[in-house]
């Protein structure tokens, strides 16, 4: 018979394959690891439980009312920390199994290169509807890129155990230079809206480029994670 450890809460299982579903916190079978009869908990028999117990003639001292209340009170708090950690870990589960960070990078590497051409046009004709239009671009993406960040994380430490190889390393690199330069762009924008028509201007549509070469190396190596090719 084999031994069977549900790695979110460690319940148990004892069976020849891992339950479909965990009884405890309803993870499913691939979050099972098999263990060593060793490993799993014993329990104490019940005849040396009363072999434990104190003798009849002895008097067993119990705590003061005042403690036993105030234990009990706790109780039900350290119940519902419990069921929250349950219920996180259920939705970080839920996050990783149908791809939540796939998805929602959809939203940066859609908008940037809009942002970005919008910029660039607004430049060099000096439009100004183009230009609200591509701030407006890189507002929704700031806005998107804490749970795209998140996601990714929570996935590269389930499916890929947080490994630091260089395909990671350069991913990682590049989605902290897409989330930097973003945010330096809105808040130099916010500084002073009329950059595109200052002398600095091509630095600002520089870093927007570096912006867009940034997303569009995560999202190559993150294809390639994806589809394996």
């Not at 839920?94 to 809009?114: Q, R």
Request: with cysteine; aromatic share 8%; proline share 7%.
């Amino acid at each position: 018979m084999k031994y069977w450890q549900c790695s979110v809460c460690k319940y148990i299982h004892q069976g020849d394959t891992p339950p479909e579903k965990c009884p405890i916190c309803g993870v499913d079978s691939s979050k099972f690891i098999e263990i060593d009869e060793a490993s799993v908990p014993q329990k104490t028999p019940p005849e040396k439980q009363m072999e434990k117990k104190p003798p009849a003639a002895v008097t067993v001292k119990k705590p003061p009312e005042s403690k036993l209340k105030q234990a009990a009170a706790q109780e039900p708090k350290k119940e519902n920390v419990q069921k929250g950690k349950i219920k996180f870990e259920q939705i970080k589960s839920l996050l990783v199994k149908h791809h939540a960070h796939p998805v929602s990078v959809h939203t940066p590497n859609g908008l940037l290169p809009a942002a970005a051409l919008l910029l660039v046009i607004a430049w060099l004709f000096d439009t100004q509807l183009l230009e609200k239009a591509a701030i407006v671009n890189l507002v929704i993406v700031i806005l998107a890129l804490p749970f795209v960040v998140y996601t990714g994380i929570l996935e590269w430490k389930t499916k890929y155990n947080g490994a630091m190889t260089p395909v990671f390393k350069i991913k990682i690199l590049a989605a902290s230079v897409t989330c930097a330069a973003c945010a330096m762009s809105l808040i130099w924008y916010a500084l002073n809206p009329d950059i595109l028509s200052s002398s600095r201007s091509w630095v600002f549509i520089l870093l927007n480029i570096i912006m867009l070469a940034g997303a569009g190396a995560a999202g190559h190596i993150g294809g390639k994670l994806v589809f394996k090719d």
